[in-house]
């Protein structure tokens, strides 16, 4: 069951284009490795760089399959992959299907945190106070 | 060079960074690896590859945005 959370949003200037979250853990069996996040509600996987993924022991002979997203401009085919959790501030999903992939020029090195982990939230932006809500979803309530 | 996770950004604009924290969720850590060239970083990260990175403890892969560098607008 997802364990709510919040997690706080780079209040930096810098990063004000877009909503950028630090730190965020892809756990393996065996550990965790840590990467950065564009919180993004309309891209339907968690996309991982795949400088972050060779960390995680992810490549091209141990991919589960491959799929095919639909992306600007066209259409990608991008490995495919399973992570044992995905930790977002003091969020938590477990077993989290991930595609791997590169994000495009100016992004390579954050990960895209798409509805795969979002959607088993009640997700509340707060820009006054730079955090997200990641609250719990009735869908994921015990009966 | 250790620090906190700001401070060691900060100390390396415009680097990937490559950190070794402290422990999970650690706000601090040791950089272990630093470049513009995100080439030369995979290279490096060839020698950190899975089990070694496990075994090593948590990393972190990071970038430092520089001085006055934007993220470019996104739309996916």
């Given at each position: 069951?997802?364990i709510?959370g919040?997690v706080g949003i780079?209040?930096?200037?810098s990063?004000e284009?877009v909503?950028?979250v630090?730190?965020v853990a892809?756990?393996v069996?065996?550990?965790?490795?840590y990467?950065d996040?564009?919180?993004d509600?309309?891209?339907?996987?968690?996309?991982v760089?795949r400088r972050?993924?060779?960390?995680?022991?992810?490549?091209?002979?141990?991919r589960l399959?491959?799929t095919?997203v639909?992306?600007?401009?066209?259409?990608r085919?991008?490995?495919?992959h399973?992570v044992e959790?995905?930790r977002?501030?003091?969020?938590?999903?477990?077993?989290v299907p991930i595609?791997?992939?590169?994000?495009g020029?100016?992004?390579n090195?954050?990960?895209l945190?798409g509805?795969?982990?979002?959607?088993?939230?009640?997700v509340?932006?707060?820009f006054d106070?730079d955090?997200?809500?990641l609250?719990?979803?009735?869908?994921?309530?015990?009966t | 060079?250790?620090?906190t996770l700001?401070?060691l950004?900060n100390?390396?604009p415009?680097?990937?960074?490559?950190?070794l924290?402290?422990?999970?969720?650690?706000?601090?850590?040791?950089v272990?690896f630093a470049?513009?060239d995100?080439?030369t970083i995979?290279?490096?990260?060839e020698?950190w590859a899975y089990?070694?990175s496990v075994?090593a403890?948590p990393l972190?892969l990071?970038?430092?945005?520089?001085e006055?560098?934007?993220?470019?607008a996104?739309a996916?």
């Amino acid at each position: 069951m997802p364990i709510p959370g919040r997690v706080g949003i780079d209040p930096d200037a810098s990063a004000e284009s877009v909503l950028l979250v630090r730190r965020v853990a892809l756990g393996v069996i065996g550990g965790e490795q840590y990467v950065d996040a564009l919180v993004d509600t309309g891209s339907t996987y968690c996309i991982v760089p795949r400088r972050a993924a060779r960390l995680l022991g992810f490549n091209k002979d141990n991919r589960l399959g491959t799929t095919r997203v639909s992306v600007v401009g066209g259409w990608r085919r991008m490995d495919r992959h399973h992570v044992e959790r995905i930790r977002v501030g003091t969020a938590r999903v477990h077993s989290v299907p991930i595609l791997v992939d590169e994000m495009g020029a100016g992004f390579n090195p954050v990960m895209l945190l798409g509805l795969a982990f979002l959607q088993k939230f009640n997700v509340t932006i707060d820009f006054d106070r730079d955090e997200i809500l990641l609250r719990s979803r009735k869908a994921n309530q015990p009966t | 060079m250790h620090g906190t996770l700001e401070h060691l950004r900060n100390s390396n604009p415009g680097k990937w960074l490559l950190i070794l924290l402290d422990g999970p969720d650690a706000e601090e850590g040791t950089v272990l690896f630093a470049h513009d060239d995100p080439e030369t970083i995979d290279a490096e990260l060839e020698k950190w590859a899975y089990p070694r990175s496990v075994e090593a403890g948590p990393l972190y892969l990071t970038y430092a945005l520089a001085e006055g560098e934007k993220l470019p607008a996104f739309a996916l």
